[in-house]
């Protein structure tokens, strides 16, 4: 069952708000476990953090609210699915010369797709919630120990 219009309009505005506490923060959190939350540098991967955790946090806050009560791993593959999809095109928009602003533009549009058309988890519960268990790692690692990779060194490297 799809969600109602209200619905999804309450989980994107909570989304894009948790999105840019996390983005104000991005100057003041630089070590600790905070700093899994608020992207470090200016490359795809760490902006993708602005897709991935307020998603996550939208589906805890909201899973119960609109349709039929139901657990949280029905809404992990729109988190798994849109911060990757971002990640990927904030990648070929810096690999093609783009700016901070088209980045921003893929953050808003990642949210909303994934908000209002992400698929069921409720299918393959099991799948979803290792996935998302598995990139909540990634980011929890990859923010410590960065690769030497196009993709986790964004607009410095180039």
Same mark, same amino acid.
């Given at each position: ?57 939208? @589906?805890?806050?909201? @899973? ?38 088209? @980045? ?55």
């Amino acid at each position: 069952m799809r969600d109602t219009i209200d619905r999804v309009a309450l989980r994107y505005l909570a989304a894009v708000l948790l999105g840019l506490v996390l983005l104000l923060l991005h100057g003041t959190v630089r070590s600790g476990p905070a700093a899994v939350l608020v992207p470090q540098r200016a490359s795809p991967w760490e902006l993708s953090k602005l897709v991935f955790w307020p998603m996550l946090g939208v @589906c805890f806050l909201t @899973c119960r609210l609109g349709r039929a009560p139901g657990p949280v791993v029905r809404d992990l593959p729109a988190a798994v699915l849109a911060s990757l999809g971002a990640a990927a095109l904030n990648g070929a928009i810096l690999a093609a010369g783009g700016s901070g602003r088209l @980045c921003l533009a893929v953050w808003a549009g990642a949210l909303a797709a994934g908000i209002a058309f992400g698929p069921d988890g409720a299918r393959r519960p099991r799948i979803w919630l290792v996935l998302c268990g598995l990139l909540a790692a990634c980011y929890v690692l990859l923010t410590f120990l960065v690769p030497p990779w196009g993709l986790f060194q964004g607009l410095a490297a180039g």
